[in-house]
C-alpha cells in the first residue's frame, strides 16, 4: 500500500515530542508502516526525524518562526487552525501529494483532523482520504477511525448521524512493549500525567493527594487559564521531561491518576501506565470504562470517595497483569495489522459502495473472516 501521512504542522515528527499524542501517532504510524514494507510519504517540517521511504518538506523554516517568534508551541494550546502555518502546509501538501500520487488507491491519513482539511479537499478525487485515530471532535472525511467505541458513538450522536456507516472503524493506539521499562517495584507517588486542564480532573487529583496525605508528580503544560491548585503540600509540578523521565515516572508510579471529567476518546498515559506495569485509577465514562478493567488493571471512580478507597486498594493490582494485558490488546504489531485489513476493506469495497450487489464482491475476503 502507498501512504500520504500528513503530519503536525505545530512541529516536526520526532520520537522526543511524546507531550503531543497527535505527533506520535504520525511517528508511529510512519515508522511501523515503513517497517512492514509499505510505501510511505512523509509531510511535514523540515526538522522531522521518522522513518519513512521519504520525507517531504512542506513548511518553511521562517513561516514556523514568524508564527512562533518567542514562544513555544506549548503556549498555543489548543491551536488555531487560522493561520499562514496551516494555509502553507496545506497549500504545499496536497501539491507535493499529487506529485508523489501512484494511483487511486493511494491512502491520505489526515491525523490532525480539520486542520488538513483544505488539504485533503484537493485530494479526495484521486486519492482515499482516511481521518485515522480520530480524538478530538469534529471530523471531515467519509473514511474514520476512532480510537474507542465510546467517542465513536458520540461523535455520531453529536453529529445526529441516523445510522452507522460501514467505514466508520474502531481501533486503538499501538505501542512498542520495548518503549517500557517494566517494574513490580513501585516507589511512594502518584503520577496525574497529562494537560493541566480542569477536563483533565486536575482538581480532582490535586484533592486526593491531599485527603491521602501522599505525594503527587503533575505533569504535563499549564495554559495561561488553567494552571495548578496551589499550596499543596504533597505536590510536585514537573512542566515537561524526556522520553527517558517519562518513562521512568510511569514505571515507579504506585498508580496512574486519570480522573477525567470528560469523554475521554482514548487516553495514551492510561495504556502507557499499564505497559509499565502501573494501575490506573479512571473516573468511570468514555474510553476508560472500555478499556480499564475493574479490580484488574486499576479502578472505574464516579466520586472522590470512591477515588480514595480505590487508592487504599491499589496495591491489590498486579502489576504483571497490567503488562500481559497491554501487550494483548495494545501492542504495535496487532493494532497495525488491524489498520491493514481497515485499508484493504477500503480499497476492495469503495467501488460497489459499500451495500453493492455482493455477487460482484465474492472474490474477495475479508481478513475478518479468516480462521
Keep these: 500500500m502507498v501512504f500520504h501521512v500528513l503530519s503536525i504542522p505545530i512541529h516536526p515528527t520526532c520520537k522526543e515530542i511524546t507531550i503531543c499524542a497527535f505527533t506520535q501517532k504520525v511517528y508511529k504510524f510512519c515508522s511501523e508502516m515503513f517497517k512492514r514494507g509499505h510505501t510511505v510519504y512523509h509531510y511535514g517540517h523540515p526538522d522531522s526525524v521518522v522513518r519513512c521511504t521519504k520525507h517531504i518538506d512542506v513548511i518553511s523554516r521562517k513561516t514556523y518562526d514568524d508564527h512562533f517568534k518567542e514562544k513555544k508551541w506549548q503556549d498555543f494550546l489548543p491551536q488555531s487552525i487560522q493561520n499562514k502555518l496551516h494555509e502553507e502546509f ?3 501538501a496536497a501539491r507535493e501529494a ?14 490532525w483532523g480539520i486542520g488538513h482539511q483544505e488539504a ?63 517494574s513490580e517495584k513501585k516507589e511512594d507517588y502518584w503520577l496525574f500525567l497529562g494537560r493541566i486542564v480542569d477536563a483533565k480532573g ?33 505536590a510536585e509540578y514537573i512542566p515537561t521531561v524526556s522520553h527517558e523521565q517519562r518513562r521512568h515516572l510511569l514505571t515507579k508510579a504506585k498508580g496512574l491518576l486519570m480522573p477525567t471529567l470528560y469523554m475521554e476518546p482514548c487516553g495514551w498515559s492510561m495504556i502507557e501506565a499499564w505497559f509499565s506495569g502501573t494501575p490506573v485509577l ?36 498486579s502489576p504483571r497483569y497490567c503488562r500481559q494485558y497491554a501487550e494483548n490488546q495494545f501492542h504495535i504489531s496487532h493494532i497495525m495489522k488491524r489498520y491493514e485489513t481497515y485499508f484493504e476493506f477500503l480499497i476492495n469495497e469503495k467501488d460497489y459502495g459499500f451495500w453493492g450487489n455482493v455477487y460482484n464482491q465474492c472474490s474477495f475476503t475479508s481478513d475478518r473472516f479468516l480462521v
Design 120 to 182: 485533503c479537499e484537493k485530494l479526495k478525487d484521486s486519492m482515499i482520504v482516511v481521518e485515522p485515530s480520530i480524538g478530538y471532535d469534529s471530523f471531515f472525511a467519509h473514511f474514520r477511525v476512532f480510537e474507542s467505541y465510546a467517542h465513536l458513538h458520540k461523535m455520531l450522536g453529536g453529529a445526529h448521524q441516523k445510522h452507522p456507516s460501514p467505514t466508520d472503524h474502531v481501533i486503538p493506539p499501538g505501542f512498542t512493549p520495548s518503549d517500557f521499562e517494566f
Design 202 to 234: 486536575v482538581h480532582i487529583a490535586d484533592q486526593l493527594s491531599r485527603a491521602l496525605r501522599q505525594p503527587i508528580k503533575f505533569v504535563g503544560p499549564q495554559t495561561l487559564k488553567n494552571t495548578l491548585p496551589k499550596d499543596n503540600p504533597y
Design 90 to 92: 496545506n497549500l504545499n
Design 282 to 317: 479512571t473516573t468511570d465514562w468514555g474510553a476508560p470504562a472500555e478499556y480499564n478493567r475493574h479490580h484488574k488493571t486499576g479502578f472505574k471512580c464516579r466520586s472522590l470517595n470512591e477515588f480514595f478507597h480505590a487508592a487504599n486498594l491499589i496495591e491489590t493490582i
Design 98 to 111: 499529487l506529485n508523489h500520487r501512484h494511483d487511486k488507491n493511494d491512502l491520505v491519513l489526515a491525523f
